[in-house]
């Protein structure tokens, strides 16, 4: 029997983190499917990424193995560091800069990214979250932030 050690990792990985969010969900109520608690929807996410975790386990188990290969150190850093350079600048910069701003720095991430498809992905991202977030949810984000208001007429 082969196995393939980076699918077994990887479906392990999934079932200890949704073992650990169940585990996390326990003290909350759960209430029922047509009247859920807190704690129900946390759950059901936890049980959906276990079975694909058990799913891709099992995979594993019937394919050649593969070696790792090189970590992908830059994307890595960029995607990571996209959800933080939100939280850092959505207050102060408002809901179009930093959007732009994460679009542009998760686009880095690829080793193929040009300036053209930066550009792209950023206009594309940026109007979109705009109008799904800003207009079509309503949520309560200034779209220019005081960092950026005094620069743009009319904000």
């Not at 392990?12 to 608690?37: E, K, N, W």
């Not at 807190?38 to 079975?51: E, N, Q, R, S, T």
């Not at 679009?103 to 690829?110: D, E, G, N, P, R």
């Amino acid at each position: 029997m082969q196995i393939d050690i980076r699918e077994i990792v990887c479906g392990a990985t999934f079932i200890v983190i949704a073992a650990l969010f169940a585990l996390g969900t326990m003290d909350l109520p759960m209430g029922s499917a047509l009247r859920m608690g807190p704690g129900y929807f946390p759950l059901m996410l936890a049980l959906i990424l276990g079975a694909l975790g058990l799913v891709i386990l099992i995979k594993g188990l019937k394919h050649e193995p593969q070696s790792f290969g090189a970590f992908p150190w830059r994307g890595l850093v960029f995607i990571l560091g996209g959800p933080i350079v939100f939280g850092l600048t959505v207050r102060g910069l408002g809901l179009v800069p930093s959007i732009a701003l994460v679009a542009a720095v998760a686009t880095l991430a690829s080793a193929r990214s040009n300036l053209r498809m930066l550009a792209i992905i950023t206009v594309v991202l940026t109007l979109f979250c705009v109008v799904v977030f800003s207009y079509g949810l309503g949520l309560p984000y200034a779209r220019f932030g005081p960092w950026v208001a005094p620069f743009i007429p009319g904000v």
